[in-house]
């Protein structure tokens, strides 16, 4: 049988000598912490819903605002170093009726930086032709021919709205198989919260868009965000139930 003689003023000594280097080791900037809890939720998300798979073929729709840069960031990231294998396109879709206006060098620059090519595709839509659907509704249902980044905010507002103006418990799920098309429409930022995305958008200084929609203040969504923010402010954890 062996005895260990342990000398606890040399522990303490030794453990004092060592505290900095681990107090360095395990401290991170504001930057890496953002970037690690985003990366945490952005991964859990596409591993819970499948969402990313072998050979898959991946089109961002790159608006211009944070949430679509947000999501070139971490999927041209992702493509690097991670498995399964896939490939991106990044795609911009210009609405010629819609004077909102996007600084497409920076566009292109950013997703290339990243090593994503961009596509600018240009449409338009007459909002006569249907005047029961808002001009929000009809813009986003002409560039639905790319994949949207939608975070958690966004899936949680349009619980809220569908409730509020449909009656109906329903929202906008994580993977969504297109029957009409051979696309699957996935949300991989399902579980990033819009606070990490401003947070982000702020640290690597992207550049908000030249000029905004002009309807985006008369959406209902603005309202819900309210709404969101009000029941968090009464329950910190009511995003989670």
């Known amino acids: 049988m062996l005895f260990y003689y342990v000398n606890s003023s040399l522990n303490q000594s030794f453990r004092l000598l060592l505290q900095p280097i681990f107090e360095t080791m395990t401290k991170f900037t504001i930057e890496e912490q953002v970037l690690r809890r985003i990366d945490r939720r952005f991964s859990k998300g596409v591993v819970q819903y499948g969402l990313i798979e072998e050979g898959d073929k991946i ?30 396109v990044a795609v911009h879709v210009v609405m010629k009726n819609i004077p909102y206006q996007s600084d497409l060098m920076y566009l292109r620059s950013h997703a290339e930086a990243f090593g994503i090519p961009l596509v600018v595709y240009e449409t338009s839509f007459d909002p006569s032709t249907d005047t029961r659907k808002s001009p929000c509704f009809l813009c986003s249902w002409n560039r639905r021919k790319a994949l949207l980044g939608h975070h958690m905010d966004d899936i949680l507002e349009t619980l809220l709205m569908n409730i509020t103006y ?76």
């Open 166 to 241: 449909q009656g109906a418990f329903s929202t906008m799920p994580p993977r969504l198989v297109m029957k009409k098309f051979d696309m699957t429409i996935i949300r991989p930022m399902c579980l990033v919260h819009e606070s990490d995305l401003l947070e982000l958008a702020e640290l690597h200084q992207y550049q908000k868009q030249m000029k905004n929609c002009p309807y985006e203040s008369q959406s209902s969504r603005s309202d819900m965000k309210g709404v969101l923010h009000q029941l968090e402010g009464m329950n910190p954890e009511a995003r989670y139930r």
């Open 59 to 88: 089109l961002i729709g790159l608006s211009g605002g944070k949430d679509s840069l947000a999501l070139v960031e971490l999927l041209g990231r992702r493509a690097r170093i991670f498995k399964p294998r896939f490939s991106v």
